[in-house]
């Protein structure tokens, strides 16, 4: 994978600026999920954001920078709607599920970055420092899943087991929502999936 040019400094306006570099992350979400890594060009994004190729490259000096920071803030944004309503006074199994609850509630919000994530946490094009900095945002559950571990709430396993199992069975409830094919309401698709996340 060929690295862009150098861009030009982008306009000294702060908020502009922050505006330009949202635009082509948010674009670049849209483009990756509906055609791909490989089949997005960047002047096909920095073209649709409206943004000059060269403020693009300022930005993201290739197309792997810019996957990287747009894994990453998806990653952040989830750590911190989900961190955000945790309560440590709270009971261990209650914290868990308020989490995972937390975790529908900003994937029925966000399909688009839920696809994403589905299609690209495995991509070998994020680099392996941008996924231990996003694991990194996480830490918190790894202390919450050890506590369920001790409490007989969830299996005896490695975090890492978790950690997959979860996020497949909460994005197949956000999956399920999405499409209406259940024949089940949402709240419905919401109970019962994660009735199938609990040591019984």
Known sequence: MTRGKTGNVPASDPKRSSRNREKLLATALH???LQGFDATPTAQISKEAK???GTLFY???DKNSLIDQ???SIKKEIAEATRSTDNEAQPTEQRLEQFMRGYIRWGVAHPEKVRFLDQFCTSPGIG???KHEAYSEFA???ELSEAAVREG???DLPFAFHAVMISR?????LMLIESGTAGLSQDKIIENGLEMLWKR
């Open 128 to 130: 392996a420092a941008v």
């Open 59 to 61: 930005y993201f000096p």
């Open 51 to 53: 943004v000059s190729t």
């Open 153 to 155: 709430i969830l299996r």
């Open 31 to 33: 483009l990756f999920t």
């Open 140 to 142: 918190w559950m790894l």
């Open 169 to 173: 069975v909460l994005n197949g409830i």
């Open 70 to 72: 747009l894994y990453l």
